[in-house]
């Protein structure tokens, strides 16, 4: 059960504010859209798994499909090859969106720093929590992921039209 | 028919097979870790695999792995391509390589006898260059395609260029410590 934000409650209604109930919201129903290339995506199985259990956040529901899904998770190695695909699942994802970088791969090349790797996803696409690690232990993906719940709740509902998110979005030629 | 049967094949029955009928063309005979291995003149490489297919004490018939090499040193004969052929009937494997200058790496394609080869020859081409002569489409597979170097030669770092944070000092380049 998730805690009540602060708010005026009486008989029979609740009053508060609209970005505290929409960021509860929001946190704890993440649809999760894993892009798992290599040994990342299978700690991520891992992570889903009934031991580390990842639903327990909210993360029930794993849909393959962008449209439906919250936050996009790319564990494993990406290569240029698929840099351009990448980009492309994460243009069909729907307003609001997360990315996470699961494993050093992801965030930066890891050991891989060779003509073929891409040297981090953030060259495509913009990413909001790295979770570094080789493969990193499904704790680290889950303390990823609640780092990126922090992240939700307290983000304001005007984000997406904020200059600041224009200007990121056009440096990734986005529109 | 009935002799060869009980006969086992063997490297030095191929050896004798093999330069009875091409004689001095076949050169540099070795056996590193157990496997006959000699060098054929580029040119030759189809009518070479072509005998050890339809002969029938030898029936190498299935092409196990087809890959290529890049000799700076060897001037006239940089690049190469390397045949492992296996005779399933037999259990013998067989490694045959062709060398051919970088200028002008021609290579007759062996899609005509082995359908395997098909990836295996974009795959070499992709990453060495090496022109397969005959081939139903010879593009690159592992690369991006607008990759305009072959990566694979020694000429080329294995790291990526367009890295700007590398420290060198970490790598053992330059810096202040030696």
């Not at chain 1, 109930?21 to 929001?26: F, P, S």
Request: aromatic share 12%; with cysteine.
């Amino acid at each position: 059960m998730v805690e009540m934000p602060k708010g005026y409650s009486g008989e029979g209604f609740f009053a508060t504010s609209f970005d505290k109930v929409v960021g509860l919201a929001r946190k704890n129903s993440l649809w999760p859209l894993p892009f798992a290339t290599s040994c990342c995506g299978i700690e991520f199985m891992a992570t889903m798994g009934a031991n580390y259990d990842l639903a327990r956040f909210g993360s029930e529901r794993m849909g393959f499909t962008p449209r439906q899904c919250d936050m996009l998770l790319v564990a494993g190695t990406i290569a240029k090859k698929m840099g351009p695909i990448l980009r492309q699942v994460y243009l069909q994802m729907a307003e609001p969106r997360w990315v996470i970088a699961i494993g050093a791969c992801a965030c930066t090349g890891g050991i891989f720093d060779s003509y073929p790797v891409l040297q981090g996803i953030d060259q495509v696409i913009p990413v909001d929590v790295y979770v570094p690690g080789c493969p990193p232990r499904p704790e680290g993906i889950l303390d990823g992921i609640l780092k990126l719940q922090d992240l939700v709740q307290n983000e304001s509902l005007r984000r997406r039209n904020s200059e600041q998110y224009k200007e990121l979005m056009q440096s990734y030629g986005i529109q | 028919m009935l002799f060869e049967l009980i006969m086992a094949l063997t490297k030095e029955i191929i050896k004798e097979r093999l330069t009875e009928k091409f004689g001095e063309q076949l050169t540099e005979w070795a056996e590193p870790y157990g496997m006959l291995t000699f060098t054929a003149p580029a040119e030759m490489n189809l009518k070479v695999m072509q005998f050890l297919y339809d002969d029938e004490t030898l029936r190498f018939r299935f092409l196990t792995d087809l890959t290529g090499a890049h000799f700076p040193d060897r001037k006239g004969e940089e690049l190469s391509v390397i045949y492992h052929l296996h005779s399933l009937e037999n259990n013998i494997r067989l490694r045959m390589k062709v060398y051919t200058p970088i200028e002008k790496p021609d290579v007759f394609t062996a899609t005509q006898l082995f359908a395997g080869a098909n990836w295996m020859e974009r795959e070499t081409y992709d990453f060495f260059g090496v022109n397969f002569v005959g081939h139903p489409n010879l593009i690159r597979i592992l690369n991006v395609d607008e990759m305009d170097y072959f990566p694979m030669r020694k000429e080329y770092p294995m790291e990526d260029p367009t890295r700007i944070d590398k420290d060198d000092e970490m790598f053992g380049r330059g810096g202040t410590v030696v």
